[in-house]
């Protein structure tokens, strides 16, 4: 028995060190060290043996256990190192090779133009609103007072869903506005931005989807003149100190008076080009007092409470911040033109 457990020593220690990975290792574990290993079936002997020998040849085969288990955890540890060595050679990184550049994305133009006029209106105390652009044509035109009939509520100037012409597209954000003077209480001080809907032909300055921004106000003793001044003010924040604008008379029916703002044309200077079809203004908004029943319908008393609102594109803001001469340019998605931004 002495000379098996020396034979088993020497077999198992050289294999061991010969074993080439994990796998192979394990498999000679079994081999030597399992229940039905080689050593496991000589220590089944020691029933044979006299009382006297038993002793020996136990401390025998512990040391020879022992020998194997050291020898085998040792091998385990340097095939372990050789494996992350290799793994790390595969895997080396040359860090003298330059990296690969990543191309950052960045805020679209009008998106720009968007939360600037946010920040202004936000520092003078206004609330921004978002709502739906599938909207009912009650809130669209009923409760800002275009009755039935009004050329703006023809097939040819909106999208509609139903033939009663009910449910549509929402040509403004104005209907965020009726929904504010039914649910907000008095003053209100909002803006409603948002993508709107109109069947125009595209041009440099006109597209069937577009942007709008609208405002309004409702407070005791609001005049024309606030107006004015807050849509100055947000134009000179915009665009720079100094930056002219005109006021003209206009019609629109949930405002009376109403007005158009235009600012002078980046392009010319005032002078006339085909950006501003040779006017040398660019219309940026629609404005005027809320129309007294328009505050009726929305149950606020006219002799108390006045207000105002106004509708401004956001593709044209966003033009005259910039100095882009076509409109068309903001929505083609050409690479070379939004680099520039």
């Not at 994990?22 to 399992?34: F, H, I, K, N, P």
């Not at 512990?62 to 020898?71: G, I, S, W």
């Not at 050329?151 to 954000?173: A, C, H, I, K």
């Not at 079809?277 to 629609?286: A, H, N, V, Y």
Request: charged residues 25%; glycine residues 8%.
């Amino acid at each position: 028995m002495k000379e098996q457990l020396a034979n088993i020593r020497a077999a198992a220690l050289a294999a061991f060190e010969g074993a080439q990975d994990s796998a192979a290792l394990d498999a000679l574990r079994v081999q030597y060290l399992g229940k039905k290993g080689e050593l496991t079936g000589v220590l089944k002997q020691m029933g044979s043996l006299s009382p006297e020998e038993r002793p020996a040849m136990g401390a025998l085969a512990n040391d020879v256990r022992a020998a194997l288990e050291q020898a085998l955890e040792a091998r385990s540890k340097a095939l372990e190192e050789q494996a992350l060595e290799a793994r790390l050679e595969a895997e080396a990184v040359d860090v003298t090779i330059p990296g690969k550049p990543v191309r950052l994305g960045h805020r679209h133009p009008m998106y720009i133009a968007l939360d600037e006029i946010k920040e202004v209106f936000i520092g003078m105390g206004f609330t921004v609103l978002d709502g739906p652009e599938i909207e009912l044509a009650q809130l669209n035109f009923d409760r800002l007072n275009a009755d039935e009939g009004h050329p703006s509520r023809d097939w040819s100037d909106t999208f509609y869903f139903d033939e009663d012409s009910r449910v549509m597209l929402r040509s403004q954000t104005s209907p965020m506005q009726v929904r504010a003077m039914d649910t907000m209480e008095l003053p209100i001080r909002i803006i409603a931005p948002g993508r709107v809907y109109r069947k125009d032909e595209v041009d440099a300055t006109h597209s069937p989807m577009f942007h709008q921004v609208e405002g309004m106000v409702i407070d005791k003793g609001v005049t024309m003149a606030d107006l004015k001044g807050t849509l100055n003010t947000v134009v000179e924040s915009l665009y720079g100190k100094g930056t002219k604008t005109r006021f003209r008379p206009h019609h629109f029916p949930f405002t009376e008076p109403s007005c158009e703002m235009d600012v002078q044309c980046h392009k010319c200077g005032g002078v006339g080009c085909p950006t501003c079809k040779g006017e040398g203004w660019i219309e940026l908004l629609g404005a005027g007092m809320i129309h007294p029943r328009v505050l009726e319908m929305a149950g606020i008393d006219p002799e108390v409470y006045s207000g105002w609102a106004f509708g401004i594109g956001l593709e044209r803001t966003a033009m005259r911040r910039f100095k882009i001469a076509d409109l068309r340019l903001i929505f083609e998605n050409d690479v070379r033109f939004l680099e520039q931004f």
